[in-house]
């Protein structure tokens, strides 16, 4: 069983940075893990994802140039470096992955099958 554990959220100034990470669990076979998020009253996103075995990555329009995801093998651990944050990146953020989601399109978030509990990110003005 895949279990996903998110850290690193937090509050920060406009401009700022955080580092998320997303520990995982159960994993024995590459895989595509990445970040979505939501902010109260809207759908859930895709921001970053990364298919394990690779390294081919995908970002979202409002957050490629600032955000950063990678992965570490030995530490089953995929991290999100966000910079130049914005008030509108303010969100829960949650770590997801799922071995097929490369059949679609990878920020999907139908395609994604295992979840972690999400961790906040809030950016004040």
């Known amino acids: 069983q895949v279990q996903l554990v998110e850290s690193g959220g937090g509050s920060v100034q406009a401009g700022g940075s955080l580092r998320l990470s997303c520990g995982a669990s159960?994993?024995?076979?590459?895989?595509?893990m990445g970040w979505f998020r939501q902010a109260p009253g809207k759908e859930r996103e895709g921001v970053a994802v990364?298919?394990?075995?690779?390294?081919?990555?995908y970002y979202g329009d409002s957050v490629r140039g600032r955000f950063t995801i990678s992965h570490d093998s030995p530490k089953n651990t995929v991290y999100l470096q966000m910079n130049s944050l914005r008030p509108e990146d303010t969100a829960m953020y949650y770590c997801?992955?799922?071995?097929?989601?490369?059949?679609?399109?990878?920020?999907?978030?139908?395609?994604?099958?295992?979840w972690g509990q999400g961790t906040q990110v809030t950016v004040s003005s």
């Open positions: 997801a992955a799922d071995p097929a989601a490369g059949r679609g399109w990878p920020l999907d978030v139908r395609a994604y099958h295992d």
């Open positions: 990364i298919y394990t075995g690779t390294g081919s990555t």
């Open positions: 159960g994993l024995t076979y590459s895989t595509w």
